[in-house]
Nanobody
């Protein structure tokens, strides 16, 4: 079964850190570009960060640059999102996305709530 499963969300205070994980299965992980997206209540889903299959290229939304870091471990079929200096406006459901030329796979999401 082809899937990606997020974990690591939770309730934290402003200024805290969290690390999200996304474990992929049933796919050739290293050929997939991976991304983290988020959707806050009443807002559209937005891109947070992406990473190429080799891990050599990363991109970030302006709102998280300098605070979030995306990385991947192809031996473990897992992509991570290290989130530091969290703000209340980072509160959202965070989704993992795997994209290849043939597939676009979404996880179910993990809730991140940042209290002020």
């Amino acid at each position: 079964q082809v899937q990606v499963v997020e974990s690591g969300g939770g309730l934290v205070q402003a200024g805290d850190s969290l690390r999200l994980s996304c474990a992929a299965s049933g796919l050739a992980f290293s050929i997939y570009n991976m991304g983290w997206y988020r959707q806050a209540p009443g807002k559209e889903r937005e891109i947070v960060a992406t990473i190429s299959g080799s891990g050599g290229t990363t991109t970030y939304a302006d709102s998280v640059k300098g605070r979030f870091t995306i990385s991947r471990d192809n031996a473990k079929n897992t992509v991570y999102l290290q989130m530091n200096s969290l703000k209340p406006e980072d509160t959202a459901i965070y989704y993992c996305n795997a994209v290849s030329f043939a597939r676009n796979i979404w996880g179910q999401g993990t809730q991140v709530t940042v209290s002020s």
